[in-house]
């Protein structure tokens, strides 16, 4: 067996399932064929292009082409002012625009040495936590669309609806909201903000369990992602992999507890890693299962936030809001955890200008996408379009 | 860093890391700057990059596993384009440090460090696309974002945009 080519260039064509090696035909010869998969193909969520070698069923190799959706988003940032940044950072990855501003508020807020109010922290985690399960949920759907397991994407939009809502009443807006400013927020949550979202608590953490048992523990959905796409731990640190494909690796890491920002030390909440029992580690079933285990850890943070949330008396959500941002000179790279890992914002400030010097933004799927390359050697087609939705990937944060 | 001010302790460890490297290296790295934002010391020898990188990653005291960002920067006054790593030893030694390479404005090249992190390799990609540096030795040197045939360097600073691209009127 370990005279074989894996990626099938001779005549036995074979292919890995966890970690045997399994012989799918002997003595064919096939030629090689060149398969586009994308930019317009449902599987690939969103405009990406791959480029496969394949050999029968099996992907040789496989080249991402990248750039389809991409707006400047560096070259917009150099020329409008730092407060206008928020925006663009909404469009980087739509399905999570809280935690992105959330993340580039913080580092801005790193370079100018504000106090904010302890209010504003507190709202900022509840909206960002609500956005990481709307997001999850958008995760868990098309993975299982792709599956081929419609139901459970109809299940999860309806609940995702009810957050999308949640965050309009509070900022305007379904998806791209503009509502985390720097050094504060735009406004203050309406009066019985807290009281729906505790609805919506008690309303999804059932539907958790339901979720699990429809999708997670689905006898089909389970043979597609188990073994599939394995990734060891130390190649994923190497890669830069980070959020929930780095934890369904098996390794413990959470910027919220590993480099905390804003609230997160004061909060009791797990990072949930799988142990190996219902997945192989670092297979597709396993990054699933992190994404699907984080919505409940996400449920329990909203709840601590809201016991602990000071009152709206004399509060004023723009009060730490600077009339006229324009950070010391320096240097800052700053971070959070977001639904797909870290996103990190690298700026370079001149101390005289309002706008930054250099702005650049680290997405997580841009750096877990270019794994791509190693993870679909000698997989099956069908295999490749699971590894994709694993991945998670938002093109706009990609190609920005 | 002024006398008396409090040097925080993630700043205390990247110092003390900086200090094997700079025993290591010598005169091929530069003086650590001790900012509280994003501590950093600079490649003054570009040859030694590669190197440096290796020793960071392997090193027992040091374990730089992790690549958390490699951002392109144009420095117009000093007439050189650079990058920007930010380093981290993720879950070994917890500490960070930022690493500043720099080479020549036009025609420039830097060695590339894809080979030590594969975060690299798109990222330099990136970074060519944007400043138009190149990076020696790396496996895949072509522009990532942008097309194939795109024209100039957009992140530089004084980058003027092609009147069309393909029969398409540009700018807008």
Redesign the interface.
């Known amino acids: 067996m370990q005279e074989l080519d894996i990626a099938g260039m001779g005549s036995t064509r074979v292919t890995r399932k966890g970690n045997n090696l399994v012989v799918l035909e002997k003595d064919l010869q096939t030629e090689q064929m060149v398969l586009a998969m994308g930019p317009q193909h449902p599987s690939t969520h969103g405009v990406l292009k791959l480029e496969c070698l394949t050999d029968g069923e099996v992907v040789t190799h496989a080249e991402p082409y990248?750039?389809y959706l991409?707006r400047?988003f560096?070259?917009c940032c150099?020329n409008v002012d730092y407060p206008a940044i928020v925006p663009y950072t909404d469009r980087l990855d739509y399905l999570a625009g809280m935690n992105s501003e959330f993340a580039y508020a913080i580092t801005v807020e790193?370079?100018l040495d504000i106090e904010i109010p302890r209010r504003v922290e507190f709202i900022r985690v509840i909206v960002a936590e609500l956005n990481r399960i709307a997001s999850h949920l958008v995760a868990i759907g098309t993975y299982g669309i792709d599956l081929g397991a419609f139901t459970p994407f109809l299940f999860c939009f309806r609940d995702r609806e009810i957050i999308l809502s949640l965050l309009e009443w509070a900022s305007g807006a379904r998806m791209l909201y503009n509502y985390i400013w720097v050094g504060g927020l735009a406004y203050d949550v309406p009066a019985d903000f807290n009281k729906r979202v505790m609805e919506f608590v008690t309303y999804f953490r059932p539907k958790t369990v339901e979720l699990y048992k429809l999708l997670t523990e689905n006898e089909i959905f389970v043979k597609r992602t188990r073994g599939i796409g394995i990734m060891p731990a130390?190649?994923a640190?190497?890669?830069?992999w980070s959020g929930p494909m780095l934890r369904g690796s098996g390794?413990?890491?959470d910027l919220r507890r590993?480099d905390p920002y804003s609230v997160y030390p004061e909060l009791d909440f797990e990072v949930p890693v799988p142990d190996g029992k219902v997945s192989d580690i670092g297979d597709c079933l396993s990054r699933h299962l992190v994404r699907a285990l984080e919505m409940e850890e996400s449920l329990k943070i909203i709840e601590q936030c809201i016991d602990k949330m000071p009152s709206a008396e004399g509060f004023n959500a723009r009060s730490a809001v600077p009339k006229r941002v324009r950070p010391k000179a320096?240097?800052?790279?700053g971070?959070a955890e977001n639904p797909r890992g870290?996103l990190?914002f690298?700026i370079?400030s001149d101390g005289k200008s309002t706008k930054p010097l250099?702005c650049?933004a680290?997405s997580s799927c841009?750096?877990n996408l270019?794994?791509m390359k190693d993870l679909s050697k000698g997989q099956l087609i069908p295999d490749l379009v699971a590894i994709i939705g694993s991945i998670d990937i938002v093109l706009g944060e990609v190609?920005? | 860093m002024e006398e008396g001010q409090v040097i925080s302790q993630s700043v205390q460890q990247s110092a003390a890391a900086y200090a094997i490297i700079k025993d290591k290296f010598g005169e091929a790295v530069s003086a650590f700057d001790a900012?509280e934002?994003?501590p950093?010391f600079e490649v003054l020898d570009l040859s030694a990059w590669p190197e440096i990188a290796l020793f960071m990653r392997d090193n027992p005291k040091l374990q730089f596993?992790?690549?958390?960002?490699l951002?392109?920067?144009?420095y117009q006054s000093e007439e050189k384009v650079g990058i920007?790593c930010?380093l981290e030893s993720?879950?070994k030694l917890?500490h960070r440090i930022?690493v500043k390479v720099k080479c020549a404005r036009t025609g420039g090249s830097i060695p590339s460090v894809a080979g030590v992190?594969?975060?690299a390799?798109?990222?330099e990609r990136e970074a060519y696309d944007?400043y138009g540096m190149l990076f020696s030795a790396h496996p895949d040197m072509r522009?990532?974002?942008?097309?194939d045939d795109w024209e100039g360097y957009?992140?530089l600073k004084d980058y003027k945009v092609q009147e069309s691209y393909h029969g398409i009127k540009v700018p807008y």
């Open positions: 990248l750039g991409h400047c560096e070259k150099e790193k370079l130390d190649v640190i190497n890669y830069g390794v413990k890491w590993n320096g240097e800052v790279y971070r870290e990190g690298y370079q250099r650049k680290r841009f750096v270019s794994a190609d920005r | 900012n934002t994003m950093f596993n992790y690549m958390a960002c951002s392109g920067v144009d920007v930010n993720l879950g917890n930022a992190w594969h975060t390799n798109w990222h944007m522009r990532i974002l942008c097309p957009p992140l």
